[in-house]
């Protein structure tokens, strides 16, 4: 393995022409400058010099490194330099993936606000429901998964459970209540809350695979099975849908927040359903400085929105 530090020394021997004067130039003495080119020569597994009394003259494999070393050091100072660049956060480049309705609403206060603290770090972002967003995180294409998970039911035992994530960094966001929204002209538009049995016999309006099998088990352990006529994954489409007198439907704070719900009213449902919204990423990720920082403005997000 040849080394950066024996580079240095081989091409200041070959300006100066001798170990001391190379020593002068490097400030070091002449017996670690002739160890040095020994190592190197070692590494090579080739002379390097040929000594002739005082003077000193380069082999030809001693040309050939000297000639390439350079481009090799200036490269590695270039590198060394973008390095510090990244760790000191003047830049830097972070792969977000997010849930449409983190998007509208967690990912552009987030973006803002590191754009504003670190100009010159750079972050893309591609959208993709859990559990496609864990996918890529673990396939590495990505650097951050804005994702969420349900507690309780089965679906939050099976699907959403801590294992799930147990080798991942996790961190917790918000907590996302799910909301009833019914017709402007449903029967219970004005009702401070709603227990789920109470829309047993409504045409359901269901969101993403996720989101659907959540709805089904809750509205099971409330005692029926939700009639779905419609599903789609566009937030927007549900409520439409909804405004236009066309079923009801349960979707999470965040959704609603991100759409204007023309035709429609929200309504506290019981009992209480939560979604939490969390920010994952791998573990030595999390020590790259644009992924923390990154990870810090998310959470700082949700105080905000």
Known sequence: M?????????RAVAATGSFSAAARELGCTQPAVSQQMKALEGSAGTPLLIRTGREMRLTEAGEVLVRHASGILAGLTAAEEEVAAIA????????LVSFPSGSST???????????????????????EPPRSIEMLREGDCDV??????????AGRQADGQAEWDDLVVRPILADRLVGLVPEGHRLAGAGSVGMAELAEES??????????????????AG???RIDFATDDYPAVVGLVGAGLGVAVLPELAIESVRPRGARTVAVEPAVEREIVALTLPDLAQVPAVAAT???LTRAATRA
């Open 2 to 10: 040849i080394e950066a530090r024996h580079l240095r020394v081989l």
């Open 88 to 95: 000191g956060l003047r830049a830097g480049r972070v792969r």
């Open 106 to 128: 967690l990912v552009p206060t987030a973006l803002a606000a590191l754009r504003a603290a670190h100009p010159g770090t750079r972050v893309s972002l591609v959208e993709a």
């Open 145 to 154: 998964a804005l994702a969420f998970r349900y507690g309780g039911g089965p």
């Open 204 to 221: 359901w309006i269901a969101g993403c695979p996720r989101c659907r099998r959540q709805l089904v088990d809750v509205c099971e352990e």
């Open 224 to 226: 029926f099975t939700p």
């Open 295 to 297: 990870l810090d403005e």
